[in-house]
């Protein structure tokens, strides 16, 4: 039985026909690497796509806004928290598939980054070395055209499916998506759920070398061990963000609990008791340094959640 002055939210919470977990105020520092961040007014988990549009319709019928959530690698939340619906893709989103007549491999959104990796080594498949170790899912890494300076996801998409409230569920060419430095052009108000990526065939010691020489870079430049979320600012072009801002004398920088990682200039890591407001105190002190020092504007990579 429902109560009477539930919303529909918090209605799906005791509907068993709901195909999903709705939990209110759940603190987001347990869903994002930097292990920060307040509580969500919903977190809702959704195991399939009839979930998902059950959550979005609630949404709208309350004038809720609604973010969807991978890994929570390249998130900061505010430390107040969001007033909103947080969405993560659950069981039917994480799936993954082999068309071997087509060598393609389709991922759910949902899917770890790296258990893609694993998959594709797995079944002898070449083109996801440069991924390996990345935090983050396939719906994530999709949106911002995750890759490294000479290999991206989008170069290796066949078709993304989608889903959106007012249409339903869309698929589209790998062609008709636009794939830009760390962007896309998907609509922001659609929820990527799938999608079919064109792999090549190779030898497993090939693709091995390839795996362990992008893991081996990767600790080696990376503050791996504690935590962060990733890249902090695009780099500006032809420039590098982390070296402008270890020339601007930055690095080693802290506020609170969060410092410029002695690793990689470009990285923010939280020390232990770091909040959204030290990372984000830090993160204006480099942009006004490196525009002072180089007048370059650096833009954040990393998305922010709950701020004014």
């Known amino acids: 039985m429902v109560a009477r002055h539930a919303s529909p939210l918090e209605a799906l919470l005791v509907d068993e026909r709901f195909d999903g977990e709705i939990n209110p105020f759940e603190p987001m520092s347990r869903h994002t690497t930097y292990r920060i961040g307040g509580p969500a007014r919903y977190f809702a988990r959704v195991h399939s796509v009839g979930a998902l549009a059950r959550v979005l319709e609630a949404c709208k019928a309350m004038g809720e806004e609604w973010y969807i959530v991978g890994r929570g690698s390249n998130l900061l939340v505010a430390d107040e928290g969001v007033d909103a619906a947080v969405i993560v893709l659950g069981r039917d989103f994480r799936s993954m598939r082999y068309d071997e007549e087509k060598s393609r491999l389709m991922l759910g959104a949902g899917v770890p980054l790296s258990a893609a990796v694993q998959e594709a080594f797995r079944r002898s498949l070449a083109g996801l070395e440069f991924a390996v170790g990345t ?58 759920v799938e999608c079919e990526l064109n792999m090549e065939p190779a030898d497993p010691f090939y693709i091995r070398g390839k795996m362990e020489a992008s893991l081996k870079r990767r600790k080696a430049t990376q503050p791996l061990r504690q935590p962060s979320c990733g890249s902090v600012f695009k780099n500006p072009e032809g420039a590098s963000a982390g070296d402008l801002i270890e020339r601007a004398g930055l690095k080693g920088s802290a506020v609170g609990g969060a410092r410029i990682s002695d690793v990689h200039a470009n990285f923010i890591v939280n020390t232990g008791n770091a909040t959204a407001r030290d990372v984000l105190s830090l993160i204006e002190l480099v942009q006004g340094k490196v525009m002072e020092a180089y007048g370059v504007a650096l833009k954040p990579e990393v998305k922010l959640l709950g701020f004014e």
């Open 135 to 192: 935090p983050g899912s396939v719906g994530g890494a999709l949106r911002m055209n995750a890759g490294s300076r000479d290999e991206w996801l989008g170069a290796r998409v066949e078709s993304v499916t989608s889903f959106s409230a007012e249409g339903g569920l869309v698929r589209r060419h790998g062609s008709e998506i636009e794939w830009g430095y760390r962007c896309s052009s998907f609509p922001s108000d659609e929820i990527l």
